[in-house]
């Protein structure tokens, strides 16, 4: 019955979008913002909320703990997001007592709100919101929306709270109004919503309301796919027993502690316990993951050519098999069976370099992507997949017989047949058919048929990947001792690693590799093929879809790197790139507003069409972040860019303050010492 009327809701909702069905013998407004779309997607009575002006109350409980945050006073000890969580509202009376009433007006300004009016419309208030949660990756606004995803699970607006995602909000009660503006899902916001009532409580009325409407948006919406991320199951092989987190969710960053291994979660986190043994999901950003992937897979590579054919078929290969595991909740596991996955706390330069260099390209056949299987020695044949035409069975060109591609095992009938739990019904064993690439097909096991896959499987599980390494065997019996000859590393399918070195180390690019392995395909940010152009000036190197109008930002990039250059005495060499639309830029980053650029060490990412003030901002950081040393904190970063740049902000007057105090000079040299000393 209940999904029935949901479904009913869901109809409406499509046809007009107004949700006034939901709000019967009720008055007040709402307004549902759609981030991905960046539109008002739902609403009950619009005029209103844009024009009646109402008592916020608690709702803006957040944006002064932001102005708090901002001014730089904020302490993790202090425990916001409890005190948030449960509108407390001595803890927020202290926090205003402490801050300088300019603080407070420019934190609320940060977001279009006026401190000091009383009232605002519902529409100010929904703006606000989005102003606050384009934010909601930046670390230090953490307690924010932590404060935020504990009221709706246990606080004041635990009846917000819906099975099919996590929402995260607030709740305010006034004399004359019932307030809730609140986000789902709480990881990764798409939906905002503000929401008021002329009578009744925020947490006892608006917040069941925003109940309703959030199951009526996710229940049509099961899967809200986001391409930028990657949810992957860690140690999913061997489970911790043992783990210095309890059930729960956390941030990018917390520390893993298993014991036996320690990590920085790179993604948010999940934790659950089930049978005795912790299950750690992440949801990590594509191109981190492709990082981890060429960390656990590639690491042995020479040259920059083949890094990057791998980078572009891990990516390719993340994109193909997304949700391979979905019965279990997640898109991969983080051992071969996927990919092997290693996150580090020391990332190699040149394994990310080749992540970067080719970020967002995938391999595209037929306007999907395409099944880019690899593997580690083709062993001279390289195997076919189903009727993928680019997966052909057929010699490998590339492929040389050096020492490293053959292997031997030796074992005994009695030991194998023992550990495979196998009885032993003749002592014979041997390759009854084989692939026309000569891969063993068929096997006798001790009389038993079995086939040479499942074998190597059962084999890789229980005694060791490294003992099979391939099915291009020949198997010996003398007496009881059973030697296994072969050639090859992996199951020959797709691109060979070691015959992709051997290409790129005869000067071959990374596009003739994948076109050798992947033969028909193409590379391409999507599917129309759209591809990276390189500009050059003697400092910069430009990566772009549109050539033509991107040589005017190139040749201003160049003025202005050589004017910051001189400014802060440092030299780089940045590498810009400028997505093809505002999307593609945020898959790749993750950046929902339409102000900023990414940038990571001497990386600059741009959406298209930046302002040339946006494109000097993000420079300046590129040209900072090449010469620190040290990990200078977050504030300094930011607000150092800012106060060199004459921009407002309160990380920029703190850096004002240092850079006044010390002179310009010191600051930068400090900057570039190996220890930080701010
Ligand atoms: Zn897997
Ligand atoms: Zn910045």
């Not at 819906?162 to 709740?171: E, L, N, Q, S, Y």
């Amino acid at each position: 019955m209940l999904r029935f009327s949901a479904w009913i809701l869901f109809a409406s909702l499509a046809l007009s979008q107004d949700l006034k069905p939901l709000f019967i013998n009720r008055s007040g407004s709402a307004l549902v913002y759609d981030l991905k779309a960046s539109k008002t997607i739902a609403f009950w009575n619009q005029p209103r909320a844009n024009t009646l002006p109402l008592r916020p109350g608690s709702v803006l409980k957040p944006f002064t703990l932001a102005a708090f945050i901002e001014a730089g006073l904020y302490k993790a000890s202090l425990k916001a997001p409890e005190a948030l969580a449960y509108s407390n509202n001595e803890f927020f009376d202290q926090l205003i007592a402490r801050m300088e009433a300019a603080d407070l007006e420019r934190g609320y300004a940060r977001f279009g709100l006026n401190y000091r009016a009383p009232t605002l419309t519902l529409n100010d208030l929904l703006n606000a919101t989005k102003r606050l949660i384009t934010r909601h990756r930046e670390e230090r606004l953490r307690p924010i929306f932590a404060g935020m995803e504990e009221a709706v699970s246990y606080g004041t607006a635990r009846l917000a709270a819906i099975p099919a995602t996590t929402v995260a909000g607030k709740t305010g009660t006034t004399s004359t109004s019932a307030v809730f503006i609140g986000y789902a899902p709480a990881a990764q916001p798409r939906y905002l919503l503000v929401l008021h009532l002329d009578s009744g409580s925020g947490g006892g009325d608006a917040a069941p309301y925003a109940a309703k409407i959030f199951s009526s948006l996710f229940a049509t919406q099961p899967e809200t796919f986001d391409p930028s991320k990657v949810s992957l199951r860690l140690f999913w092989q061997n489970p911790p027993t043992s783990l210095n987190l309890k059930p729960g969710n956390y941030p990018e960053g917390t520390l893993i502690d298993t014991g036996l291994t320690k990590l920085k979660s790179p993604g948010t986190l999940k934790v659950e316990f089930k049978d005795n043994r912790y299950l750690l999901t992440t949801q990590v950003p594509l191109e981190d993951y492709v990082s981890a992937v060429l960390h656990g897979e590639a690491s042995g590579f020479k040259a920059n050519a083949s890094r990057q054919a791998m980078a572009i078929a891990a990516r390719t290969y993340a994109a193909h098999f997304r949700r391979r595991h979905s019965e279990e909740g997640f898109d991969f596991c983080d051992t071969t069976h996927c990919q092997d996955a290693r996150f580090t706390l020391n990332e190699r330069k040149d394994l990310r370099d080749a992540v970067e260099s080719t970020t967002s390209e995938l391999l595209w056949f037929e306007g999907k992507t395409a099944a880019t299987y690899y593997h580690a020695d083709s062993g001279g044949w390289l195997e076919s997949a189903g009727d993928a035409p680019y997966l052909k069975r057929r010699k490998d060109p590339w492929w040389q017989d050096q020492p490293d591609a053959h292997w031997t095992w030796s074992t005994s009938i009695a030991q194998l047949a023992s550990t495979l739990n196998l009885s032993v019904i003749k002592p014979t064993f041997g390759v009854t058919s084989r692939e026309p690439s000569g891969r063993a097909r068929s096997l006798d096991v001790f009389g038993h048929p079995a086939e040479a896959a499942a074998f190597r499987l059962l084999v890789g599980r229980t005694i060791g990947w490294e003992k099979l390494p391939s099915r291009l065997f020949e198997v010996s019996l003398k007496q009881k001792a059973i030697t296994f000859t072969g050639v090859g590393r992996g199951h020959g399918i797709g691109l060979p690693q070691t015959s992709a070195e051997r290409m790129a180390a005869k000067a071959k690019t990374h596009v003739e590799i994948l076109a050798e392995y992947y033969p028909g395909t193409r590379i391409g940010i999507n599917a129309s093929g759209l591809h990276w152009t390189s500009l050059k000036t003697p400092r910069i190197t430009l990566f772009t879809t549109n050539p033509s109008r991107d040589n005017q930002v190139l040749a201003q990039a160049e003025k202005d790197l050589v004017a910051l250059e001189a400014l802060t005495g440092f030299n780089a060499n940045p590498v810009i790139r400028i997505y093809p639309s505002r999307e593609a830029f945020r898959d790749a980053t993750g950046i929902l507003d339409r102000v900023h650029g990414a940038t990571r060490g001497r990386n600059v990412k741009l959406p298209p069409n930046s302002k040339p003030h946006t494109i000097r901002h993000e420079l300046l950081h590129a040209l900072l972040e090449s010469n620190a040393t040290a990990s200078h904190p977050q504030w300094l970063r930011e607000g150092l860019v800012q106060a060199l740049l004459k921009e407002k902000s309160a990380d920029a007057d703190r850096a004002s303050a240092l850079i006044a105090r010390q002179g310009l000079k010191q600051v930068l040299q400090s900057w570039h010492s190996s220890n930080s000393p701010f």
